[in-house]
């Protein structure tokens, strides 16, 4: 897949506000916040969308979102709630080719989505 500009976060080469790393996951605060808590939950591996996700990265997806609720637990917003987003290519408004996990939290969110 094509690089991303979260390829460049991931190696320290542009600035973010990080709240999480392991060997395989990055976290930080998204740029553009959409809720008073707004992180994205990456994997360190270049896996451009949901679709690219295949049985050995099934584990690593795991711990994508057991990471967002130790950080929402973390953040304080577990037990009030939030909400986990993966966009999907251009009907799911995905604007960057790095799989991502939103964690959005802090207020109350709309159902259905728009
Ligand atoms: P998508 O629309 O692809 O699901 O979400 C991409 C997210 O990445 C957006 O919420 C956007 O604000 C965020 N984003 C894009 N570029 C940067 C950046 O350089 N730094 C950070 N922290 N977030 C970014």
Same mark, same amino acid.
């Given at each position: 897949?094509?690089?991303?500009?979260?390829?460049?976060?991931?190696?320290?080469?542009?600035?973010? @506000?990080?709240?999480?790393? @392991?060997?395989?996951?990055?976290?930080?605060? @998204?740029? %553009?916040?959409?809720?008073?808590?707004?992180?994205?939950?990456?994997?360190?591996?270049?896996?451009?969308?949901?679709? @690219?996700?295949?049985?050995?990265?099934?584990?690593?997806? *795991?711990?994508?979102?057991?990471?967002?609720?130790?950080?929402? %637990?973390?953040? *304080?917003?577990?037990?009030?709630?939030?909400?986990?987003?993966?966009?999907?290519?251009?009907?799911?408004?995905?604007?960057?080719?790095?799989?991502?996990?939103?964690?959005? *939290? *802090?207020?109350?969110?709309?159902?259905?989505?728009?």
């Amino acid at each position: 897949m094509a690089e991303t500009i979260f390829s460049k976060i991931i190696r320290r080469e542009i600035p973010a @506000d990080i709240v999480y790393e @392991d060997e395989s996951v990055l976290a930080f605060r @998204d740029i %553009a916040p959409r809720a008073p808590v707004h992180i994205l939950v990456i994997p360190k591996a270049e896996i451009a969308t949901t679709n @690219d996700v295949s049985p050995e990265h099934e584990t690593l997806v *795991g711990h994508l979102v057991h990471v967002a609720s130790l950080i929402a %637990a973390r953040e *304080g917003i577990a037990e009030e709630g939030y909400r986990l987003v993966f966009n999907c290519n251009a009907n799911g408004g995905q604007a960057v080719n790095h799989l991502h996990l939103h964690l959005l *939290g *802090g207020r109350k969110m709309s159902w259905p989505p728009g």
